[in-house]
């Protein structure tokens, strides 16, 4: 099936500081999604992205559509301690697949 | 953006028993999907749900699984006869478009 390599696997930074993750595809994907997921719950939405080249904001987030369509990348600028915890990037092939491929995602811890 | 809900929040079985989870999606949602993650990997697709009939399943959504809408309203997920690797959290997904999925918190399933 399809796989999307996510990376780094785990990130240690400093309060303020801005985190940078990305997750690539050996194939296409029409829709990339990125999702926070905190310990004993599920993943929140954080940015959709729907065409190759999409550059989308949401607050302190930013997240880009690769115009190769296999890849996404995912910033946070300046972290704050509510920032900690595991972000996956999921993709969906379109046509007749429905699912979401996941990555296996980024645990991002801040140091005070 | 309103919540999927899903109960319950914990289900103990035994192995060989059945077990039925439940979510409750938002009104406008029309795709349904359930997902489930194994302790410390990433989320797996099993089924996608439309028009009240599978679109597209998974290949871990075997012969034990089964879905259904029977109400218009709740969208569950029975596992005929557990065995111990279906331990896991399940994840209901629900959305008004395919390629944005919005997902419950989660149903952790341990079996005996």
């Known amino acids: 099936g399809q796989q999307l390599n996510q990376s780094p696997q785990s990130m240690f930074i400093q309060e303020g500081e801005d985190v940078s993750m990305n997750c690539t595809s050996s194939?296409?994907?029409?829709?990339w999604l990125w999702y926070k997921q905190d310990p004993g719950e599920g993943p929140v939405l954080l940015i959709a992205l729907y065409k190759a080249g999409e550059l989308t904001s949401n607050g302190r987030l930013t997240a880009q559509f690769g115009i190769t369509r296999k890849d996404s990348f995912l910033n946070i600028s300046a972290s704050i301690p509510s920032d900690v915890g595991i972000y996956f990037c999921?993709?969906?092939?379109?046509?007749?697949?429905?699912?979401?491929?996941f990555g296996k995602g980024t645990h991002l811890i801040i140091q005070p | 953006e309103p919540e999927v809900t899903q109960t319950p929040s914990h289900q103990v079985t035994q192995m060989g028993q059945e077990v039925i989870l439940r979510c409750v999606p938002i009104?406008?949602?029309?795709?349904f999907y359930w997902y489930r993650q194994i302790l410390g990997q990433k989320v797996e697709f099993l089924v996608s749900?439309?028009?009240?009939?599978?679109?597209?399943k998974s290949e871990i959504f075997d012969d034990q699984f089964s879905v259904e809408r029977p109400d218009g309203s709740n969208f569950t997920l029975k596992i005929r006869s557990t065995k111990l690797e279906d331990s896991a959290m399940y994840f209901c997904?629900?959305?008004?478009?395919?390629?944005?999925?919005?997902f419950g918190p989660g149903t952790r399933l341990t079996v005996l």
């Open positions: 194939s296409i994907f029409n829709t």
């Open positions: 749900f439309y028009n009240n009939e599978i679109s597209e």
């Open positions: 009104s406008n949602h029309l795709y």
């Open positions: 999921a993709g969906r092939s379109g046509g007749g697949a429905d699912g979401l491929t």
């Open positions: 997904a629900a959305g008004a478009r395919k390629d944005t999925q919005y």
